[in-house]
């Protein structure tokens, strides 16, 4: 393809010859200050003040709005050219200015001119960032002024159509600007508006923790917005749609010769036909001993009387208060009638704060008031201390409670504050299918039990089987499949054998019956495009074998296994954040026994800061629908991000004394090819494979694998392979 120049008046919305085809591939814009004459240094880098990103999706037909203003805090007015990587075969609509009527010129290049332009400016400014682009086409703009310690607004707006595979859809924009700004972004801001002829099913990004509002079957706004950071992975979002009633809907990532993972998606509409959402039998039990005096009390008030506004007609109840003795509001459940629920909420404001805690009693009185195998049946159950009275040994009360659950209610457990013993409701929660919560002492008891409650409320699904057919699968997260509720969706995450369509069946209950969905899945011998699932599942793995070791002690196999994760996938926990400075000449065993103390030493406690930060870590990994961030909460409920560590595509690479490793080479310690940065066999390497240009991204002194040997990027090496040198290297 030629490239198109094009005189863009600044005064005038300036259209740009569309281009056609179909992707899903997107980026941001960056500008780059230029220097006033080639041979001076490049001015330093601009800051972003804020990044919002605008899009519209229906049927497939994706219009994106990208709004940037970029600061200038030098002294002098400084001219920058702005290059923006477009998705292959997008369609620009708009570029605009907003400061004078100063006329520039646009380009719209190709992939082959595109790469001479950021291979020029990489020589020149010596700087590899702009490599993670080669591949792309490229819109380019001169930018002047950009004025002395002012700031310059740039619009662009693009559409494209997005690529349907079955009945899943996906949206890509590139987000990383980590590089390309020297403070952090005040703002950064996706939102998303999209609206299906078909229903819509499950919404879901792996990379982001997005904001969903579903409108209805058809429409559903997602928001992503975060202040002063600095973005350093692109956004994907996948979203399904179907006219079922309950969708699945299936993704798959897999190396030659190695076995193949999965994501299920399962999600329900919002507008049920052949389901409804099952009326449910609930009990909400609430600790009033004398430690929740205050604030506490009050909230956890709160909480309860927002639980009963979101009860619905046809759901029993009843409330349960305890200290060193159990009362019940009634002696058994109550219809959720106006009634009722009015007098109860009474009862809830009646209660003050005094006594002990005498958990054990609690959970049976609990237990044994329903009776009704036909209903979904939940205990949210809250407490901010340990069992101080009764029954107060440990595994009495797990091994009793477990006895008496003879209806497999779903217990919630809530521990507000670090006076809890965490092993106690983590297991409660883990051994009665649910999921233990935490209140650390900052947070809001009534934001955080309502917000829980509310997804769920209205169960659709539960007790939940899936069978893959005769394909074999294997090493599934999460091990006990939770149910389904209203709004919600299930993401399933393993690995499998073999290769070829198979039907996947789900069977439920819903509404007093058991219920079947059959779905017809594809698992390939090779497919590569998904390379996020790998590490979504390690980190699912890692949790489950982190509470493993936190519930029944240190186990080597099970350490072994988790530093061969956290390295592999660079997901670093506080017990493996170590393995990032951990110099290359210590062995393997070495790096096994000072994980196994550290995980002997850690997760011994199970009260206090410490015990509750560790296991909501533990949980935030199990449960993640995000690709796990480096990040974990210490002991007094800080946050600490773990800097050091890469994952670029299935390659993780380590920061070593300012040299980026692959830990493939760690591991197998290959032959070393050096070769001198920005020389001709650098680029070479990049022209060669444009997948070199992300592990080059990450800065000037790079070593990767490459087929069985090792390329190091440094300031002495080979400055020019021959074609057989090339070949040879790559084979």
Not at 40 to 55: Q, T
Not at 83 to 91: D, H, K, L, N, V
Not at 277 to 297: A, N, Q, T
Not at 526 to 548: Q, S
Request: hydrophobic share 35%.
């Amino acid at each position: 393809m030629k490239y198109i120049i094009l005189i863009l008046g600044l005064s005038a919305i300036a259209g740009l010859t569309s281009l056609s085809a179909v992707s899903v591939a997107e980026a941001d814009g960056v500008l780059i200050p230029m220097p006033p004459h080639p041979n001076e240094p490049f001015p330093p880098a601009l800051s972003i003040k804020y990044h919002k990103v605008e899009i519209n999706i229906d049927d497939q037909v994706a219009r994106t709005r990208v709004d940037q203003v970029f600061l200038n805090p030098s002294p002098r007015d400084l001219e920058a050219t702005y290059i923006f990587p477009i998705p292959e075969g997008a369609s620009v609509s708009k570029f605009s200015m907003y400061t004078g009527d100063e006329e520039l010129r646009g380009e719209i290049l190709d992939k082959n001119e595109a790469r001479k332009i950021y291979e020029d400016i990489v020589r020149r400014k010596k700087d590899p960032a702009l490599l993670e682009y080669v591949g792309r086409d490229m819109f380019k703009a001169r930018v002047y002024p950009v004025p002395a310690r002012g700031e310059k607004r740039i619009r662009l707006d693009y559409s494209q159509i997005l690529k349907m595979d079955g009945n899943l859809c996906e949206y890509r924009y590139s987000l990383n600007t980590e590089k390309f700004s020297a403070e952090p972004i005040e703002e950064v801001r996706l939102r998303i508006s999209l609206t299906s002829t078909s229903r819509i099913k499950s919404v879901y990004s792996p990379t982001h923790d997005v904001q969903v509002n579903r409108q209805s079957d058809h429409s559903v706004e997602i928001e992503y917005a975060e202040k002063e950071t600095k973005p350093d992975k692109d956004f994907i979002l996948y979203y399904t749609v179907s006219d079922e009633d309950l969708g699945l809907n299936l993704l798959t990532y897999r190396e030659s010769g190695e076995k193949g993972f999965f994501i299920a998606m399962i999600s329900p509409g919002t507008e049920f036909q052949e389901i409804k959402v099952s009326h449910k039998d609930i009990l909400f039990v609430l600790d009033h001993s004398g430690s929740m005096r205050g604030e506490k009390l009050a909230q956890a008030k709160e909480a309860l009387l927002s639980c009963l506004d979101g009860l619905n007609a046809g759901d029993r109840f009843n409330l349960i208060v305890f200290n060193d003795e159990v009362d019940e509001y009634r002696a058994e459940l109550l219809l959720a009638s106006q009634e009722n629920l009015w007098s109860a909420k009474q009862f809830i404001r009646q209660v003050e704060a005094g006594g002990s805690t005498n958990i054990h009693e609690a959970l049976l009185t609990a237990l044994r008031r329903i009776k009704n195998h036909s209903r979904p049946g939940i205990i949210i159950f809250l407490t901010d201390g340990l069992p101080t009275v009764g029954v107060q040994d440990i595994s009495k009360i797990l091994t009793n409670v477990k006895r008496t659950n003879e209806e497999q209610m779903r217990l919630f457990t809530f521990g507000v504050g670090y006076d809890v013993n965490t092993q106690l409701l983590d297991r409660l929660a883990s051994e009665n299918k649910g999921i233990s919560e935490y209140v650390r002492p900052e947070e809001n008891i009534e934001a955080k039990v309502s917000n829980f409650y509310s997804k769920i409320a209205n169960p659709v699904l539960t007790d939940l089987a899936l069978d893959f057919g005769g394909l074999e699968v294997t090493e599934i997260y999460p091990k006990v499949l939770p149910d389904l509720f209203k709004g919600s969706q299930l993401l399933i995450l393993g690995r499998y054998e073999g290769q070829g369509g198979t039907s996947i069946i789900l069977r439920g209950n819903a509404e007093g019956k058991r219920r079947t969905y059959t779905y017809k899945g594809y698992f390939p011998k090779f497919l590569v495009k998904n390379d996020f699932i790998p590490r979504l599942w390690a980190g699912r793995k890692i949790g489950y074998l982190i509470e493993e070791i936190r519930s029944h002690g240190e186990n080597k196999e099970l350490v072994d296994e988790i530093v061969y994760l956290s390295k592999k996938y660079g997901i670093m926990t506080e017990y493996t954040s170590f393995l990032v400075d951990l110099d290359e000449k210590v062995s393997r065993k070495e790096v096994e026994s000072k994980a196994g103390r550290i995980m002997a030493e850690k997760a011994a406690p199970s009260v206090g800061g410490s015990a509750v930060n560790q296991s909501m870590n533990a949980r935030a990994l199990q449960f993640s629908a995000q690709v796990p961030p480096n990040v974990y909460f210490d002991a007094s409920g800080q946050r600490q991000e773990i800097k050091g560590v890469s994952q670029i595509g299935q390659k993780t690479f380590f920061n070593k004394k300012g040299n980026w490793v692959d830990n493939e080479f760690l591991e197998n310690k290959q032959k070393i090819i050096q070769v001198k940065r920005f020389s001709k066999a650098y680029f070479q390497l990049l022209g060669k494979d444009k997948n070199i240009g992300q592990y080059l991204a990450l800065g000037e002194n790079v070593l990767f694998n490459v087929g069985r040997n090792s390329v190091q990027i440094g300031e002495v090496g080979k400055e020019e392979f021959s074609k057989d040198e090339l070949d040879a290297l790559f084979r």
